[in-house]
C-alpha cells in the first residue's frame, strides 16, 4: 500500500489550501481513512476522517474550517480553509486495515504516506 500526499505549502493566515493523497490500494473504500498532523516539537494531532460508511469526524479545532472528502479514484482529499498560524505542521494522510469507523488516534491506521507541508504565517 502506498499513500502520496500532495498540496501543501505557504499561506497568510486566512487563506486555503487543499491537501490531496493518493492510495494505492482497492481495500481504499472498506477501511477507515483520516489525516493527521505534526507541528514542530509537537505529537501527531488526528485532525479529520471517514469511515466506510462516509460519516466524518473532524478534530474541534478545525471543524467548520476543513472539510475532508473522498472520491471513487483512490484519493483522499482535504480542504483547509480560512487557515490559522496554529494549523502549521507536517499532513499525513493514513489508512486503516482492520477498521471501518474512523477514529483521531494513530493507533488506529497502519499505512501512513511521508506528509506534506503546510506552513501558514500571520
Known amino acids: 500500500v502506498r499513500l502520496v500526499e500532495s498540496g501543501g505549502g505557504s499561506v497568510q493566515a486566512g487563506g486555503s489550501l487543499k491537501l490531496s493523497c493518493e492510495i494505492s490500494s482497492d481495500t481504499f473504500k472498506r477501511t477507515a481513512i483520516a489525516w493527521f498532523r505534526q507541528a514542530p516539537g509537537k505529537e501527531y494531532e488526528g485532525v479529520a476522517c471517514?469511515?466506510?460508511?462516509?460519516?466524518l469526524t473532524y478534530a474541534d479545532s478545525v471543524k467548520g474550517r476543513f472539510t475532508v472528502s473522498r472520491d471513487d479514484a483512490h484519493t483522499l482529499s482535504l480542504q483547509m480553509n480560512s487557515l490559522k498560524p496554529e494549523d502549521t505542521g507536517r499532513y499525513f494522510c493514513?489508512?486503516?486495515?482492520?477498521?471501518?469507523?474512523?477514529?483521531?488516534?494513530?493507533?488506529?491506521?497502519?499505512?501512513w504516506g511521508q506528509g506534506t507541508q503546510v506552513t501558514v504565517s500571520s
Open positions: 471517514i469511515s466506510t460508511d462516509k460519516t
Open positions: 493514513s489508512m486503516s486495515n482492520l477498521h471501518g469507523t474512523c477514529t483521531l488516534k494513530t493507533t488506529s491506521y497502519r499505512f
